[in-house]
């Protein structure tokens, strides 16, 4: 990204912009909104595994390796689970 006030390149992550000391919009790894995301990719990575690959996908791209990476493997493992579950739930009726 880049700064509104000196046009200097920045890192997504950045606070303040390194050449003019203004503030950016950078999302923090420790700020509200990427725990929120975090706190959704490990729901839905458990509940609804195809958004939890997603999101778990987008928190990676946004250099929290390990959540993400985690939040994806736990998809996979929660797909595997859901679809044996509902295989023997559909069987069980017929």
Known sequence: MFCKACGNE??????????????????????????????????????????????????TVKKNYGHGIGIIVTSLCSWIFWASFWVGFLSALN
Request: proline share 8%; net charge neutral; aromatic share 6%.
């Open 10 to 59: 920045v890192l997504n992550t950045a606070v303040i912009c390194p050449k003019c000391g203004s503030a950016t919009d950078g999302e923090t790894p420790g700020s509200p909104a990427a725990k929120s995301l975090i706190t959704w990719g490990w729901v839905t990575a458990i509940l609804f595994p195809i958004v939890g690959v997603i999101l778990g996908i987008v928190i």
